[in-house]
């Protein structure tokens, strides 16, 4: 992932580096691979959001974690604890 937003994250549009993200790298997996293995804790949840959050923040160019919700929402991107929950 760190490859795609070396290549692309001064030069493309936010929506399009979204779609790249969705396609190519796939977050969500990427952070949940293999923790069906393991019993989460209550603060391994939020450690999992705290880095896709940080992962936001460097796409959207802000450091404001509202900013960072607020264009969650308008993407339609799920935090890897709901994607836990659903799944």
């Avoid at 969705?22 to 952070?31: A, E, G, N, V, W």
């Avoid at 293995?37 to 974690?65: E, H, V, W, Y």
């Amino acid at each position: 992932m760190n490859g795609l937003f070396g290549k692309v994250l001064n030069l493309a549009s936010e929506e399009v580096i979204l779609e790249l993200v969705k396609t190519k790298c796939r977050p969500t997996p990427i952070l949940l691979y293999g923790l069906e293995c393991f019993q989460l804790g209550k603060a391994d949840l939020p450690s999992l959001d705290f880095t896709f959050n940080r992962l936001c923040m460097k796409l959207f160019k802000t450091r404001s974690i509202t900013v960072v919700k607020d264009c969650q929402s308008y993407f339609a991107i799920d935090l890897p604890s709901c994607d836990l929950k659903a799944g």
